[in-house]
C-alpha cells in the first residue's frame, strides 16, 4: 500500500514538473518528437525493404533447362540430384514438359497464341524445364552453378546478376536505417537527459529539503523517472499519428507499391498498429532511461 501510495505521489509530482518547467518541456517535447518523426520513418522503411526482400526471395525461381535428348529416366536423375543440393527447396521443384510450357505461353499472350498455334510435339523447338526455389537467395548464384553441372541439363537462368544487385541494395538500405534508428534514439536519451538535468537543478532546494526529512533515493529519484516517461509518450503523440495516416496515405496514393509491383509495401493494417505500439514503447522507455541516467548522475544517489 505504502508503495502504491509513493507511486500516485510520483506521478503526480512528475506531471507537476512538466507544467512547472514548460519551456523547457515543450522544448524536450518538440525535440522528442521530429527525432521520433524520424525513428518513425526509419521503421517504416527498414520493416518495407525487408519486405522487399523477402518478397524478392519468395518470388525468386530459377529454372533450369534440359537437353531435348534427355530421356525419362535421365529426367528423374536430375530431379534427384536437384533436390539433393542443400540450398534447394526440394518442396518447390516443378518439373515442366515444353508442351506445358508452350500452352502457358499460350495462355499468357495473345501473340505467343497466333504464333505457337501451329506447334505439335516434333516442331515444338521450347524444352523441358525444372522450375525450383532456393532457401538461402545469397547463395544462388553457387547453387546454379551446381545445377548447371548436373549431366543433361542445357541451361540455367535466375535473373543473374539483378537479382544479387537488388538483394545487396535493399540489405544495405535495411542496415542504414536500423542504423538511423538507434542513432535517432540515442539523440532522444541524450535530450532527456538534459531536461531532466535542468528540472533537477531548479529543485535542488526542494531535493535537499526531502534528504534532510529521511527520504530515501527511490522516492526522490521516481518522480525525475516518471517525468521522462510522460515527456517521451507525449513526444510520441505527433509520429503516432504520422504512421497511422500518414502510411496509410502514402499507400493508397501509390497503390500499394513503388515503382514497379514488385516493391510492393506493407498492408496498413496491422502494420500500423504494430508499429505505432512499437513506438510508443521507444519513447516510454527511452524517457525512463534518459531521466533514469540523469537523476543518478546529478542528484547524486
Known amino acids: 500500500m505504502k508503495a502504491f501510495r509513493i507511486l500516485l505521489r510520483s506521478i503526480n509530482d512528475g506531471l507537476r514538473s512538466i507544467f512547472r518547467n514548460f519551456s523547457l518541456s515543450t522544448a524536450s517535447i518538440l525535440c522528442s518528437t521530429i527525432t521520433l518523426i524520424l525513428v518513425a520513418v526509419a521503421m517504416v522503411l527498414s520493416a518495407n525493404v525487408d519486405n522487399f526482400t523477402k518478397k524478392i526471395e519468395d518470388d525468386m525461381t530459377i529454372v533450369?533447362?534440359?537437353?531435348?535428348?534427355?530421356?525419362?529416366?535421365?529426367?528423374?536423375?536430375?530431379?534427384?540430384?536437384?533436390?539433393?543440393?542443400?540450398?534447394?527447396?526440394?518442396?518447390?521443384?516443378?518439373?515442366?514438359?515444353?508442351?506445358?510450357?508452350?500452352?502457358?505461353?499460350?495462355?499468357?499472350?495473345?501473340?505467343?497464341?497466333?504464333?505457337?498455334?501451329?506447334?505439335?510435339?516434333?516442331?515444338?523447338?521450347?524444352?523441358?524445364?525444372?522450375?525450383?526455389?532456393?532457401?538461402?537467395?545469397?547463395?544462388?548464384?553457387?547453387?546454379?552453378?551446381?545445377?548447371?553441372?548436373?549431366?543433361?541439363?542445357?541451361?540455367?537462368?535466375?535473373?543473374?546478376?539483378?537479382?544479387?544487385?537488388?538483394?545487396?541494395?535493399?540489405?544495405?538500405?535495411?542496415?542504414?536505417?536500423?542504423?538511423?534508428?538507434?542513432?535517432?534514439?540515442?539523440?532522444?536519451?541524450?535530450?532527456?537527459?538534459?531536461?531532466?538535468?535542468?528540472?533537477?537543478?531548479?529543485?535542488?532546494?526542494?531535493?535537499?529539503?526531502?534528504?534532510?526529512?529521511?527520504?530515501?533515493?527511490?522516492?526522490?529519484?521516481?518522480?525525475?523517472?516518471?517525468?521522462?516517461?510522460?515527456?517521451?509518450?507525449i513526444g510520441s503523440i505527433i509520429p503516432v499519428l504520422v504512421v497511422l495516416f500518414g502510411y496509410t496515405t502514402l499507400y493508397d496514393m501509390t497503390h500499394g507499391y513503388l515503382f514497379s509491383p514488385i516493391i510492393q509495401l506493407i498492408k496498413p493494417t496491422p502494420f500500423i498498429y504494430y508499429t505505432s505500439a512499437i513506438l510508443v514503447v521507444i519513447a516510454m522507455i527511452v524517457g525512463m532511461i534518459g531521466s533514469a541516467r540523469a537523476a543518478r548522475k546529478y542528484l547524486k544517489v
Open 64 to 233: 533450369v533447362f534440359l537437353d531435348s535428348k534427355a530421356t525419362s529416366e535421365e529426367v528423374e536423375i536430375i530431379r534427384n540430384k536437384i533436390d539433393n543440393i542443400a540450398n534447394v527447396d526440394e518442396d518447390e521443384t516443378i518439373y515442366k514438359t515444353k508442351a506445358e510450357v508452350k500452352m502457358e505461353m499460350q495462355n499468357e499472350s495473345a501473340i505467343f497464341n497466333t504464333v505457337m498455334g501451329d506447334w505439335d510435339e516434333e516442331t515444338n523447338p521450347l524444352k523441358d524445364t525444372f522450375q525450383l526455389k532456393v532457401k538461402d537467395i545469397e547463395q544462388i548464384n553457387e547453387t546454379a552453378k551446381e545445377i548447371e553441372n548436373i549431366d543433361k541439363v542445357s541451361t540455367v537462368r535466375y535473373g543473374e546478376g539483378l537479382v544479387e544487385k537488388m538483394v545487396g541494395a535493399f540489405k544495405w538500405i535495411e542496415r542504414i536505417a536500423y542504423g538511423a534508428v538507434l542513432a535517432l534514439i540515442l539523440v532522444t536519451i541524450f535530450l532527456i537527459i538534459n531536461t531532466i538535468k535542468l528540472t533537477i537543478f531548479s529543485r535542488q532546494r526542494e531535493i535537499s529539503i526531502m534528504r534532510l526529512v529521511g527520504a530515501s533515493n527511490f522516492v526522490i529519484k521516481t518522480p525525475f523517472i516518471i517525468e521522462g516517461m510522460f515527456l517521451g509518450l
